[in-house]
């Protein structure tokens, strides 16, 4: 029965990674398409509520459930499809931690162009086209953790015979 409980946590965890991850690149890029301050605030700030809310918490929760789970099924951490799993998490970790600074620094630059009655400054442009960039090798990552966990590859490390 823990097995299935774990498993149960590490999957819905996963999804709601990938599918808060989806949902908020969405949402901000159609907020973003219109160019009007409010909007953009008001999405940015739903979108950082729900990276701490949700993202953050399946960030946490996933180590935990990955390491117990492999341990129950009777897996080495060094399983190649393990190891590699763990290491476009982190990667996935190196691009996310700047993208949810980049989102609170848009929501702030959107909130004090509305407040002026301005547009969007050339500071909330180019944080919004590295924010797209860094969607890319996050999102991949993560759909390529999916595969990874689903297929269970068989990976030889490289020094291990």
């Known amino acids: 029965m823990l097995y299935f409980a774990l498993k149960y946590l590490h999957v819905v965890g996963a999804a709601v990674l990938f599918g808060t991850g989806a949902g908020i690149a969405f ?3 159609l907020a973003h398409r219109t160019g009007n ?3 953009v605030a008001a999405v940015a700030r739903i979108v950082v ?3 701490f809310l949700f993202t953050a918490t399946a960030v946490v929760a996933q180590p935990i459930t990955g390491v ?3 341990w129950q ?5 060094w399983e190649g499809w393990i190891v590699l799993s763990i290491l ?3 990667l996935t970790g190196l691009f996310w931690l700047p993208v949810v600074w980049m989102q609170m620094e848009m929501r702030n630059l959107a909130s004090s162009a509305m407040i002026a009655g301005q547009p969007l400054p050339r500071r909330y442009h180019r944080l919004f086209q590295l924010w797209f960039l860094f969607g890319f090798p996050a999102f991949s990552a993560v759909a390529a953790i999916f595969w990874l966990m689903i297929t269970r590859p068989a990976i030889e490390l490289v ?3």
């Open 68 to 70: 117990a789970l492999a």
């Open 37 to 39: 301050p409010a909007t």
């Open 49 to 51: 509520i729900a990276d």
């Open 73 to 77: 099924a009777g897996y080495s951490l």
């Open 27 to 29: 949402f901000m890029l």
């Open 88 to 90: 476009l998490y982190i």
């Open 159 to 161: 020094g291990s015979q």
